[in-house]
C-alpha cells in the first residue's frame, strides 16, 4: 500500500522560511512526479511547485524565486523550501505523487506566517 506522508508546517514569522517534507513509502518512488499544492480557507488548491522524475521542476508564478522544490530518490523524499514567507502563502500544503493514472495524497501539513 502506498503511503505518502507531509511534515514541516508549523507558524513562521513574515521573512522567515520552512522546509516541508513529503516522503513516500511501499512504491518505487523515483518513476513518480511529484507536486506541491496548498488551499488556503475560502481559496481553491493550487499548484505551487512540481519536480518529475527526471528532476525537471516548474513553479507557480507567485513563490517562484523564493521555494525551491527538490527530491532525493534514495530517501524517497521530495522537499519544499520556502524562502521569504509571506502572510499570503498560509496554507495547508499537500503533495501527490503521480505517475500515469496513478495518484497518491498526503494529509497535508499546516502553514502559518503570521507576526
Known amino acids: 500500500q502506498v503511503q ?3 511534515s514541516g508546517g508549523g507558524l513562521v514569522q513574515p521573512g522567515g522560511s520552512l522546509r516541508l517534507s ?3 513509502s511501499g512504491t ?6 511529484v507536486d506541491w499544492y496548498r488551499q ?3 481559496k481553491q488548491r493550487e499548484l505551487v ?12 508564478g507567485s513563490v ?3 521555494f525551491t522544490i527538490s527530491r532525493d530518490n534514495a530517501k524517497s523524499t521530495v522537499y519544499l523550501q520556502m524562502n521569504s514567507l509571506k502572510p499570503e502563502d498560509t496554507a495547508v500544503y499537500s503533495c501527490n505523487a503521480r505517475r500515469a ?3 497518491y495524497w498526503g494529509q497535508g501539513t499546516q502553514v502559518t506566517v503570521s507576526s
Open 22 to 24: 513529503c516522503a513516500a
Open 28 to 33: 518505487i518512488f523515483r518513476l513518480y512526479a
Open 101 to 103: 493514472t496513478l495518484k
Open 49 to 60: 511547485a512540481g519536480i518529475t522524475s527526471g528532476g525537471n521542476t516548474n513553479y507557480a
Open 4 to 6: 505518502v506522508v507531509e
Open 64 to 66: 517562484k524565486g523564493r
Open 40 to 42: 488556503a480557507p475560502g
